[in-house]
């Protein structure tokens, strides 16, 4: 049973492009929603947290819709370094682990 | 301020051997998580702990695997008697106890000969 589901693409897009990637979880019990980014080599980096309303920080806007349990991200203005692994991530009550999705690739290029 | 360390940063075994993987979480995050990361794959929760409570080990693959967690800081995971397929990146990751964000330190990488 996949409990988070993302597209592992990669997606190749220009500088500048805009970029939006989905992931759907499983689990309707799950409570806090977040994004992160890894680096080729390196440990994830939590990006941003995904809340009801949606949330926007600079380029980087995710959405949440619970009725159809699917999480998204949206890039404007790609830039080269934008190029990493995106992990969705999902979670149930306090005191459970957080699951993490195997990844969507995004290469941008100049 | 300091992350989440880690040691070794990496380790090579014989199959068989024992081997003691080292977390130490940010200070004052009462909540810490092992993962591992195979090559190209996803993570894989492996055990939580949250303050004295009794850890959540369900996602341990193999009663070879152990964790501790002294003093409600430093935690050791333990892996006995290593078989080729444990060679993975293992990564630990704090928070605080009110909130699910996770901090990861830079992981450990195990390779099984």
């Known amino acids: 049973r996949k409990e988070v589901e993302q597209d592992p693409g990669p997606f190749n897009v220009p500088e500048g492009a805009t970029v939006a990637f989905n992931c759907t979880y499983s689990n309707s019990a799950s409570q806090s929603f977040f994004w992160y980014r890894q680096d080729c080599r390196k440990e994830p980096k939590l990006l941003m947290s995904v809340y009801s309303s949606g949330n926007e920080d600079g380029r980087f806007t995710a959405q949440l819709n619970r009725a159809s349990q699917y999480i998204s991200l949206l890039i404007r203005d790609s830039k080269l370094s934008d190029s990493a692994t995106y992990l969705c991530?999902?979670?149930?009550?306090?005191?459970?682990?957080?699951?993490f999705g195997k990844g969507t690739t995004l290469s941008v290029s100049s | 301020g300091a992350g989440v360390s880690q040691s070794p940063s990496n380790k090579v075994t014989e199959k068989g051997k024992d081997v003691e993987l080292r977390c130490d979480p940010i200070?004052?995050?009462?909540?810490l998580y092992w993962y591992r990361q195979s090559l190209g794959q996803g993570l894989e929760f492996l055990i939580y702990f949250q303050g004295n409570s009794a850890p959540d080990k369900s996602g341990l693959p193999s009663d070879r695997f152990s964790a501790e967690r002294t003093g409600g800081s430093v935690s050791t995971l333990t892996i006995q008697r290593t078989q080729q397929e444990d060679s993975a990146v293992y990564l630990c990751?704090?928070?605080?106890?009110?909130?699910?964000?996770?901090?990861f330190g830079p992981g450990t990488r195990l390779t099984v000969t």
């Open positions: 200070s004052g995050h009462t909540a």
């Open positions: 991530v999902a979670g149930a009550r306090a005191g459970t682990a957080l699951i």
């Open positions: 990751a704090s928070s605080f106890a009110g909130t699910r964000e996770q901090y």
